[in-house]
């Protein structure tokens, strides 16, 4: 999801209603492997229809970097509608599904580093934890060396949208419980720009993110990627976080931007995101 550095990031925007993904005879295959039910199946969930193909696991990668099960897009074209307004300029979002909380204290989360990551990616990791956990949220993450509620593993990701995905998120939060992990690229491309520990803390604190519930900052227009295209239509599963600017532009700070800026720190408007949300 922190995608690259002109890549396609994710987009979760949920609208429309649960349609059925079940083949019929009338089901024709479109591009990138899917059949025409799949591809309302997508839009319904909220993600650009255009920019998603079906892998052999049955698995879906959309807009270049996360991956969802078929389960996982009817979960979230299947919501029902929020009573929020979405406009097209505001920024600051979340999923519809989080990750539960206690009434006091905090919860923690487990992450494991996979192997095959060179030392400075522990290094960051541990920075980017440091940074949440400095927020004193309701949630809380600890690394640990096995199991784990989010597991980072190491894959060649290859490029979408011409430019090189760094990072791929296995989803979203579901049943109040996080994502269960994310992968970062080891293609030559992806470590040749991840190769200091505040690089591999940018990419990763971005994947978490997603995997506790928070969408694009730019997701409406995706300028950090010097694009003008929307992620996905206004409605459920974009849910704008109050007290967050109205408006970005492709230089502004925020951990959840579509597109690298090389800065892993949180802005002031990631800590109100953040505390809002946990």
Request: some cysteine; aromatic content about 6%; overall charge negative.
């Amino acid at each position: 999801m922190k995608s690259i550095l002109m890549i396609p990031a994710v987009a979760c925007i949920l609208a429309g209603t649960l349609v059925s993904c079940s083949k019929t005879n009338t089901d024709t295959t479109a591009p990138g492997g899917l059949s025409e039910s799949e591809g309302r199946m997508i839009v319904a969930a909220g993600f650009n229809g255009n920019w998603a193909e079906k892998r052999a696991d049955g698995t879906f990668l959309i807009e270049g970097d996360i991956s969802l099960t078929s389960d996982q897009l009817r979960e979230m074209a299947g919501q029902a509608i929020m009573h929020e307004l979405i406009f097209p300029t505001e920024e600051h979002y979340r999923t519809t599904n989080v990750v539960s909380t206690p009434a006091s204290g905090q919860r923690t989360i487990t992450v494991r580093l996979g192997s095959g990551f060179p030392a400075h990616y522990s290094t960051g990791l541990d920075q980017a934890l440091a940074r949440y956990n400095n927020l004193n949220l309701k949630i809380r993450f600890q690394r640990v060396t096995s199991g784990g509620n989010i597991v980072i593993s190491a894959a060649n990701l290859g490029t979408s949208g011409g430019g090189c995905i760094l990072g791929q998120a296995s989803g979203f939060p579901s049943g109040g419980n996080p994502s269960s992990g994310f992968t970062l690229s080891n293609s030559s491309c992806a470590t040749s720009y991840l190769n200091t520990a505040n690089r591999a803390d940018e990419v990763m604190a971005h994947e978490i993110g997603h995997c506790i519930g928070f969408r694009h900052t730019d997701y409406m227009n995706r300028s950090s990627c010097g694009q003008n295209a929307n992620e996905g239509s206004a409605g459920i599963g974009a849910v704008h976080i109050s007290g967050t600017p109205t408006t970005v532009s492709g230089s502004y700070n925020s951990w959840m931007m579509a597109c690298t800026n090389n800065n892993p720190a949180f802005s002031a408007s990631d800590g109100t995101a953040l505390n809002y949300v946990y």
